[in-house]
Every structure is written in C-alpha cells, then in structure tokens.
C-alpha cells in the first residue's frame, strides 16, 4: 500500500508563487509514475502534470504548461509541484497520485494511489 501526503497548498495572490510536495512512504518509490491533479468546486478532478519513474520525462495540461513544474527526488521519496504566475482558476484542492504502470498519462482512472489533498486558493 501506498501512502501519499500532500503540503505546501495556502492563499496567494494573483501572480505568485507555492510549491506543492508530495511524500511517499514505499521503498519502492522510483518504480512509480507520479502525478499531480486538482478539484475545484462543483468540478471534476482533472490532471494537471506527471512524471516518469527517473524524472527524465514529464507531461503537462495545457492549462498549466510554461507555469507549473513537476519533479521528483526518488532519493527523499518525494515529488514536488512548483507552480507560478498563479491564477484564480488555479484554485483548486490539489491531490498527488501514483501509477504502478508505466507511462504518462492524464486520467483520473490509471493512477492507482491518491493523497487527501491540499487546498490552494489564488485571490484576484
């Protein structure tokens, strides 16, 4: 079983800055693809950006590409959102997820492990 913690979430105004974080509890930490999605109210949950096992290949929403950056220390069993420029449809839960398979993908139904989220929320 896979444990994922998510930090880092709070309130920023429009055009700043947080760093999401993600901590895993498994040993086998690297053989998981990672991911990273959001909830906003009244909305489905969507993706938002994933990374490969090695961190070498990444995948963004194109919502997001050019602000947001995904990485991962498999060292430290963590992956981390930088997100900047931030926008008020950015607000969201944001969760971490995991996928036992490989490859990138963005649904919602091929990662196999989920965080209980953190809350971001942009003002105007």
């Known amino acids: 079983q896979v444990q994922l913690v998510e930090s880092g979430g709070g309130l920023v105004q429009t055009g700043g800055s947080l760093r999401l974080s993600c901590a895993a509890s498994v040993r086998t930490f690297s053989g998981y693809t990672k991911g990273w999605f959001r909830e906003a109210p009244g909305q489905e949950r969507e993706f938002v950006a994933a990374i490969s096992r090695g961190g070498t290949s990444t995948y963004y929403a194109d919502s997001v590409k050019g602000r947001f950056t995904i990485t991962r220390d498999n060292a430290k069993n963590t992956v981390d959102l930088q997100m900047n420029n931030l926008k008020p449809e950015d607000t969201a839960v944001y969760y971490c997820?995991?996928?036992?398979?490989?490859?990138?993908?963005?649904?919602?139904?091929?990662?196999?492990?989920w965080g209980q989220g953190t809350q971001v929320t942009v003002s105007s």
């Open positions: 997820a995991a996928r036992g398979a490989y490859g990138l993908r963005h649904g919602v139904g091929e990662y196999d492990y």
